[in-house]
T-cell receptor, first 115, second 114 residues
Framework: DGGITQSPKYLFRKEGQNVTLSCEQNLNHDAMYWYRQDPGQGLRLIYY???????QKGDIAEGYSVSREKKESFPLTVTSAQKNPTAFYLC??????????????FGSGTRLTVV | AQSVSQHNHHVILSEAASLELGCNYSYGGTVNLFWYVQYPGQHLQLLLK??????LVKGIKGFEAEFIKSKFSFNLRKPSVQWSDTAEYFC????????????FGKGTRLHILP
């Protein structure tokens, strides 16, 4: 079945460490997105990529980095510069053809905890 | 800047009550509108969407939403809720043919009492 796979489901990080969250999709979608979900804050956009080898900052990009070397993959690195990294991270993808009417497909998320 | 406002952060209803969750957006151009649902422990799912045509759209599980352009609103409704509707609901807006970003509201946590 086509979908988005995020791994790991749970991740613990020590302060000062960088960690990378994986996101893979087999939907042949051009666009991929990373959101951060915090209680009472909804989903806030971190980074997004509309084509391979290109990406743009979202609303809360500071302390994060991404790469898009393959269409299927859009990993997110949470760096030590991110002041409050403990959160639930959601990856999404989207078929840009069709004028945006199809919405996004979401992965099941990674819960990151800094210890 | 685009924004999406959901009026209620937390709603508690009894089974069989009627539901209406408010959503307003700030952008004046042509938009696509969505409601997503996140059941406990599950990932976000698309509940319904509006992009053109009949402003009253029907989604899964008996939900519907009405787009009122003059009010910049896209409220979600269900005539009779069930305990299984307990979830968090997100309204979202996408500016058509722009950069494909979807802007989400902060969510409404719905709790249905059995």
């Amino acid at each position: 079945d086509g979908g988005i796979t995020q791994s790991p489901k749970y991740l613990f990080r020590k302060e000062g460490q960088n960690v990378t969250l994986s996101c893979e999709q087999n939907l042949n979608h051009d666009a991929m997105y990373w959101y951060r979900q915090d209680p009472g804050q909804g989903l806030r956009l971190i980074y997004y990529s509309q084509i391979v080898n290109d990406f743009q900052k979202g609303d809360i990009a500071e302390g994060y980095s991404v790469s898009r070397e393959k269409k299927e993959s859009f990993p997110l690195t949470v760096t030590s510069a991110q002041k409050n990294p403990t959160a639930f991270y959601l990856c999404a993808s989207h078929n840009r053809r069709g004028g945006g009417v199809h919405g996004y497909t979401f992965g099941s998320g990674t819960r990151l905890t800094v210890v | 800047a685009q924004s999406v406002s959901q009026h209620n952060h937390h709603v508690i209803l009894s089974e069989a009550a009627s539901l209406e969750l408010g959503c307003n957006y700030s952008y004046g151009g042509t938009v696509n509108l969505f409601w997503y649902v996140q059941y406990p422990g599950q990932h976000l799912q698309l509940l319904l969407k509006y992009f053109s045509g009949d402003p009253l759209v029907k989604g899964i599980k008996g939900f519907e939403a009405e787009f009122i352009k003059s009010k910049f609103s896209f409220n979600l409704r269900k005539p009779s809720v069930q305990w299984s509707d307990t979830a968090e609901y997100f309204c979202a807006v996408n500016v058509r043919n722009r950069d494909d970003k979807i802007i989400f509201g902060k969510g409404t946590r719905l709790h249905i009492l059995p």
